[in-house]
Every structure is written in structure tokens, then in C-alpha cells.
Nanobody, 121 residues
């Protein structure tokens, strides 16, 4: 009954930027922490960033800290991921998720369908 939809993925050169957006149905953003995960071919899904229900706390994976920013607008039921200084290893399908403030994907019961981010040299 909770629906999440990612957008903003695409092809970008290394060093460039992309902004991903996740739209949530209903009032999901006011009850759940939100997170971004990513998964590259042949690899397990990995945590990228999360933000609490009020936006008061954020956390980032070491691999993206200082380059990515997560934010949310509860009035619009959206959560964004600003991705700067992109690297080849950032290439993956990026997923929006709603759940607990935790890097474990098992703590997130609601997921979007994913959006592809491809970084080229």
C-alpha cells in the first residue's frame, strides 16, 4: 500500500552530477526514515544514504560521504539524492526505500523499482 517511485537516473561523465528523486504515496515521509541503496551487476545491494522522518539526521556510506547529499520535503512526500563528483564505481541501479534508520536493507519493507545510473569515463 506504500508506493515509491524513483526518477532522475541516466548517463553522466565521471566528475559530473545527477539528482535522483523519490516520490512517495500518502504520508509515508512523515512516518518513516528514507534511504537510498544501490546494486551493481553481480554485487549485493549496498547502503548509500538515509534520512530520518523529520530530516534531522542523515548518514552516508563511507564511499559517498562528502560527495552525495540526501534531503527530504515532507510536504511534497519526496526524498532526493544529490550526487556530485561521480565516479565509475557509482554505476548501479539506485533504489529508494522506506523503513528504519539502518544500513541493513532488511529493515526497509517498502521499495521503489529502481533507476539506472551509469557513469562513463
Amino acid at each position: 500500500q506504500v508506493h515509491l517511485k524513483e526518477s532522475g537516473g541516466g548517463l553522466v561523465q565521471a566528475g559530473g552530477s545527477l539528482r535522483l528523486s523519490c516520490a512517495a504515496a500518502g504520508r509515508t515521509n512523515t512516518y518513516y526514515s528514507m534511504a537510498w541503496f544501490r546494486q551493481a551487476p553481480g554485487r549485493e545491494r549496498e547502503f548509500v544514504a538515509s534520512i530520518t522522518s523529520t530530516g534531522g539526521r542523515t548518514t552516508f556510506a563511507d564511499s559517498v560521504r562528502g560527495r552525495f547529499t540526501i534531503s527530504r520535503d515532507n510536504a511534497k512526500n519526496t526524498v532526493d539524492l544529490q550526487m556530485n563528483s561521480l565516479k565509475l564505481e557509482d554505476t548501479a541501479v539506485y533504489y529508494c526505500a522506506a523503513g528504519n534508520w539502518n544500513p541493513d536493507p532488511n529493515e526497509y519493507p517498502y521499495w521503489g523499482q529502481g533507476t539506472q545510473v551509469t557513469v562513463s569515463s
